[in-house]
């Protein structure tokens, strides 16, 4: 394993960067919400992948990717919505409003941050079986 990790004010700045993202742009999910989404998973993954993380870690890193997914899923809720289309809804004052209603994010976010717990986890459990032994004395001992 590397000695080199994101540090948490890291991983709250990919959190700020997707509500940024998400907030400072009126009207329906589009494209550069996808960009953003997989851009923010792609450095925080390539970044923690090779660190094993306590249960703790875990949940907080699941929680920063479910939220950096939502930004995709409202891309992709937005497509299906409108049959294809980006174009949203026409709210009362002539401007465009997202198909995607935020209750339907905010009921995505703890089964995206479960899955992705789950699936740390397990990815946890699987690298640490390659990285450590037992010695004899039934002792976790670095592989060498």
Request: proline share 1%.
């Amino acid at each position: 394993m590397r000695d080199q990790h994101i540090d948490s004010a890291a991983l709250a700045g990919a959190v700020l960067a997707g509500v940024v993202a998400v907030f400072l742009q009126k009207g329906p999910y589009d494209w550069l919400n996808g960009i953003v989404s997989i851009t923010l998973l792609a450095v925080i993954v390539g970044y923690e992948t090779d660190r094993y993380r306590t249960w703790c870690q875990s949940v907080a890193l699941a929680a920063v990717c479910a939220f950096c997914m939502l930004l995709l899923l409202g891309l992709i809720l937005e497509l299906d919505f409108g049959g294809g289309s980006l174009e949203g809804i026409i709210d009362d004052k002539g401007e465009r409003e997202s198909r995607v209603k935020s209750e339907q994010l905010a009921v995505a976010w703890p089964i995206l941050t479960f899955v992705w717990c789950v699936a740390d986890r397990n990815f946890m459990v699987r690298d640490n079986k390659r990285i450590y032994r037992r010695d004899e004395d039934g002792r976790r001992r670095a592989k060498s």
